[in-house]
């Protein structure tokens, strides 16, 4: 399993705001394991912070909007998809203003930033969440929609369609993320010409200029109005005879508007708090779409409050049974764990397979064969001694003991021919010999159990 991980040291970067053309700088810091992402204003009374989720999102007009009480900061989604990206799970944001500098439109200073301070890797296991079914979040009145499927790992296809003649159909993919900055994070935020006047009248872009975003001149209009936004944007007069690309800088590819959007996608699925694997397929995506999809997948994990173990019958086992009676004392019938298929370094996952010829059948209940409630606690608390066992030299000379039990909760009957996957998770550190664990026994995708205990490792007597 991969670690969580935060920056080596902190770095500032400095701009101006796009909508609101403040000089702004924005300091990102190191955080602590399982502290997530979140943003302080600096600049205003008590310097709240702002937790960078999607519930927080308020607006998304022309980018993401955080808000908690009456800090806001907005432009957020480039810095988002940096940290995401480069998997950097814990980060204090800092600004000294309502929203992050725009930069030059895309995310490559951050990813460049990041790199030159390092990546640091923390102890505690980076949660992801692992798709393994479609989930699917669509907007009947524009088309819009964002699916994710199952897959290996994560990763997108974008397509987007506007009603122009030089932005029409145009693709992106990205199939690891360790080529967001070669692939992705240079792409720009653009903008349609026609949209200027709107946006102006909102009072947004104030900071907007051909070297931070990509202009896009694709319908054709009066000189002298044409001439009013040029000196908007702060550059000569265009013939408004001539259709195409207003920018200073080439486009750094051809569907460099479709790559921005794939980024865009990543700066909004940040908001979610942790990793996904699965590949995601938007379709004419936008920052409200995006939230959308986000918040339905937080309530998802929200509803999902463990997720079972990904158990593949094929894999060699980490322990198979003749490993784990070297560390278990526990014989026929009271061995209840039939192999390990993983162990971290605060986890563990186990298999038992259930058949009708278990002994305890015969009596729990003859007509209706369940596996005692008791048993599932037992098979978890043998996979927690396992995890400290395999820990230990000379791990024959030990044995494990309960002396607690707490918090059981028993959520579906586990019936003959039920494969149980097993995860137990140490809730703290070994010391004194008290080992502190909490359990799961899953069937499928279903919880069947849980419970909390206490297990102490004594040496066995000569």
């Not at 339905?296 to 997720?307: D, F, H, L, P, S």
């Not at 162990?343 to 996952?349: A, K, L, N, P, Q």
């Not at 008791?374 to 024959?396: I, K, P, R, T, W």
């Not at 000379?397 to 959520?411: A, L, Q």
């Amino acid at each position: 399993m991969n670690k969580q991980k935060t920056l080596n040291g902190s770095f500032s970067l400095y701009g101006k705001g796009l909508h609101t053309g403040l000089n702004l700088t924005v300091t990102f810091n190191p955080a602590p394991e399982n502290y997530g992402y979140k943003i302080q204003r600096i600049d205003l009374p008590g310097e709240p912070i702002i937790d960078a989720v999607a519930e927080n999102v308020t607006e998304t007009t022309r980018g993401t909007v955080l808000t908690k009480g009456e800090a806001r900061v907005s432009t957020v989604e480039h810095a988002m998809a940096a940290l995401f990206a480069l998997g950097i799970d814990n980060c204090l944001m800092q600004v000294n203003g309502p929203e992050f500098p725009i930069l030059d439109g895309s995310a490559i200073h951050y990813v460049e930033q990041i790199e030159r301070v390092g990546i640091k890797e923390q102890n505690a296991e980076k949660d992801v969440f692992v798709i393994k079914s479609k989930i699917e979040i669509k907007d009947d009145r524009t088309g819009n929609s964002i699916i994710i499927l199952p897959d290996e790992k994560f990763s997108l296809n974008v397509l987007v369609h506007y009603d122009s003649d030089i932005l029409f159909n145009q693709y992106a993919t990205l199939e690891d993320m360790k080529k967001f900055k070669a692939e992705i994070a240079s792409s720009r935020t653009f903008v349609f010409v026609r949209e200027l006047e709107a946006l102006l009248n909102l009072g947004l872009i104030k900071g907007g200029d051909l070297d931070n975003a990509i202009v896009i001149y694709e319908r054709e209009m009066p000189q002298e109005k044409f001439d009013k936004l040029t000196d908007v944007l702060g550059v000569p007069h265009i013939d408004a005879k001539k259709l195409g690309y207003l920018n200073h800088k080439p486009l750094v590819w051809n569907n460099e508007p479709a790559r921005h959007k794939l980024l865009d996608i990543i700066g909004d699925l940040a908001l979610i708090g942790k990793p996904l694997q699965g590949r995601i397929i938007a379709t004419c995506p936008g920052h409200t779409i995006n939230n959308k999809f986000a918040r339905a997948m937080r309530k998802i994990i929200r509803e999902q409050k463990v997720q079972a173990p990904s158990y593949n019958p094929n894999s060699e086992p980490v322990l198979d049974i003749k490993q784990i009676k070297q560390l278990l004392p526990h014989r026929n019938p009271m061995l209840l764990v039939d192999k390990v298929t993983e162990i971290g370094s605060d986890y563990i996952v186990g298999v038992k397979n259930v058949t009708m010829n278990e002994p305890f059948f015969e009596g729990h209940f003859p007509e209706e064969p369940i596996m005692p409630g008791v048993l599932l606690v037992e098979a978890m608390s043998q996979c927690g001694a396992l995890h400290v066992l395999n820990q230990l030299e000379d791990a024959e000379k030990y044995s494990t003991y309960f002396v607690k039990i707490d918090k059981i909760v028993f959520h579906k009957k586990v019936v003959p021919g039920d494969t149980l996957i097993m995860r137990v998770e140490q809730a703290a550190p070994l010391r004194h010999g008290l080992s502190m664990m909490k359990g799961y026994v899953f069937v499928g995708e279903k919880l069947a159990a849980e419970a909390s205990f206490v297990g102490q490792i004594i040496k066995n007597k000569e």
